[in-house]
């Protein structure tokens, strides 16, 4: 099956095609304007990207949105997590923001919600992969991207999620989580 996936981030492409071997995939085409993202949930934005980009496309598109809630935070910065430092903030920024407002230790959640639209028959379909942890005393790691560095999760203590291999990840993550649960929704149409 060959889906397009509504984004321009390479490393959730890469992610994408990773997690869901024997499916093709397709990017937007070069110049697409992504969507404004005016959701109020990972599901609600992840849905708006795989709309407009099913529109854009006339394909079956895929979107996720992801994020990270911090519990002490009362859930910051959550679908704002790509922003969080400022609208035009990278990985970096963010980072240091995640550094500078909490405490090792500190309980985090990723959050990862996938859409799947076919503007064929209209068939909308959402998913969610959530993965635990906790904040590390330092960033540690130079694989993954975002928030990498700085999380912990409970299901292998003691690494940070950049220090763990690619097949590693993908068995504990959100992502890797909410794409097991669409292609076993997939796997049933």
Same mark, same amino acid.
Do not use: C, N, Q
């Given at each position: 099956m060959r889906l397009t996936v509504a984004t321009h981030n390479e490393h959730k492409l890469t992610e994408f095609a990773r997690l869901m071997p024997g499916y093709e995939f397709d990017l937007l085409p070069p110049g697409a304007e992504a969507p404004v993202e005016d959701g109020d949930s990972f599901a609600a934005n992840a849905l708006i990207k795989a709309r407009a980009g099913a529109l854009l496309s006339g394909a079956v598109t895929i979107a996720d949105d992801s994020g990270i809630c911090v519990e002490s935070l009362g859930g910051e910065p959550g679908i704002r997590s790509a922003r969080w430092a400022g609208e035009d903030s990278d990985d970096a920024a963010n980072l240091q923001m995640l550094i500078a407002k909490t405490e090792p230790g500190d309980q985090l959640e990723y959050v990862c919600a996938v859409a799947y639209c076919d503007p064929q028959s209209g068939t909308e379909h959402t998913v969610e992969g959530r993965c635990v942890g906790v904040r590390a005393?330092?960033?540690?790691?130079?694989?993954?991207?975002?928030?990498?560095? +700085?999380?912990?999760? /409970?299901? @292998?203590?003691?690494?940070?999620?950049?220090?763990?291999?690619?097949?590693?990840?993908?068995?504990?993550?959100?992502?890797?989580? +909410?794409?097991?649960? /669409?292609? @076993?929704?997939?796997?049933?149409q």
């Open positions: 005393a330092d960033p540690r790691g130079i694989g993954g991207f975002g928030y990498d560095p +700085a999380f912990e999760p /409970l299901e @292998a203590p003691g690494r940070t999620m950049a220090e763990l291999s690619g097949d590693e990840k993908d068995l504990i993550s959100h992502r890797g989580s +909410a794409v097991r649960s /669409l292609t @076993a929704w997939l796997s049933s």
